[in-house]
């Protein structure tokens, strides 16, 4: 698809670009197959990893030229997109902070930012972060 062949085309110019700059590797000697990124990026639009998290992969696969699926697996990177442990780390993060939590009621929408770094660093950065704002919103309006 159109957007597929986009995101292989932002792999290739901005983290490949970025890895080859930073260890003086020309292209020819890349371990990465186009496959792996396709790989890479299905897993990125299927949730199973952020952003950031596929990033940290998608370094590795340059480093050591294994697989995403492997890489994901063996050092356990999967986004939480469940719902329910989302909900328990945003009510630790809740009864944590009352006061960001007291700012955000009173209008002061940069809580909101605080208080989902917090659910990321209760998860560990894996967090669906598009689930855990609108989750941590819903629960945060329902306390107005």
């Given amino acids: ?11 290739m110019l901005g983290e490949m670009a970025r890895l080859q700059n930073q ?17 890479l990026q299905k897993l990125v639009d299927g949730g199973t ?26 050092d356990g990177l999967v986004q939480i997109s469940d719902s329910d442990a989302v909900g328990a780390a ?13 700012d955000y009621l009173e209008g002061k929408e940069s809580a909101m930012q605080f ?3 917090q659910v990321m660093r209760i998860t560990r950065g894996k967090a669906n972060p598009q689930m855990t704002t609108e989750l941590l919103k819903n629960k945060l309006e329902a306390m107005k």
Avoid: C, H
Wanted: glycine share 8%; hydrophobic share 45%; net charge negative.
């Fill in 1 to 11: 698809s159109n957007e597929m062949a986009k995101a292989i085309g932002n792999w």
């Fill in 115 to 117: 208080l989902v770094g």
């Fill in 49 to 74: 990893l952020s952003s950031s998290m596929a990033k940290a992969v998608f370094e590795k696969m340059y480093n050591i030229g294994a697989d995403p699926q492997a890489i994901t697996e063996a």
């Fill in 23 to 39: 260890t003086g590797t020309l292209l020819d000697d890349v371990n990465i197959a186009p496959g792996q990124i396709v790989e």
């Fill in 90 to 102: 945003i009510d630790d993060a809740i009864s944590a902070n009352p006061q960001p939590v007291r």
